[in-house]
């Protein structure tokens, strides 16, 4: 099976192309990647068997060589400052509890500091 990487991949249309080791590319379907994979990056290193098509060679199964780093996990925090970062979220959010079982609501310009600190950290989370 010939080796190559990926040159394109458009995860909305389905498609891209692969180029091989020896030159010339290859196109491929999102219906040829490998299950529980829905796109491809490009540079990523795979493996494909390859079929010729009415314009020309098509990947006919994929196969993932090397998964590339992903960039955000990358540039995540180190998890201390994210410990920081909880610790202040858990100190404001008692504040808050301790308003609400005294029967009053933050006013709205405190509500918004609040929400966007929330926003903030579930971004870090999910990365």
């Excluded at 020896?22 to 494909?48: C, H, I, W």
């Excluded at 990947?59 to 925090?77: C, G, N, Q, T, W």
């Excluded at 504040?95 to 029967?103: A, E, K, L, M, Q």
């Amino acid at each position: 099976m010939p080796i190559g990487k990926v040159r394109f991949y458009d995860a909305e249309k389905g498609f891209g192309f692969l180029q091989k080791e020896d030159g010339g590319d290859v196109y491929v379907r999102a219906n040829v990647l490998p299950p529980g994979v829905t796109s491809l990056k490009a540079g990523q290193k795979v493996e494909f068997g390859v079929i010729e098509g009415r314009r020309g060679e098509q990947a006919l199964s994929v196969r993932l060589i090397d998964v590339p780093p992903s960039l955000s996990k990358a540039s995540r925090r180190k998890p201390d400052q994210m410990a920081v970062m909880v610790e202040d979220l858990i100190k404001l959010l008692d504040g808050i509890g301790n308003d609400y079982r005294r029967g009053r609501h933050p006013d709205s310009r405190h509500a918004q500091k609040i929400a966007s600190v929330l926003r903030a950290v579930a971004d870090e989370l999910e990365l």
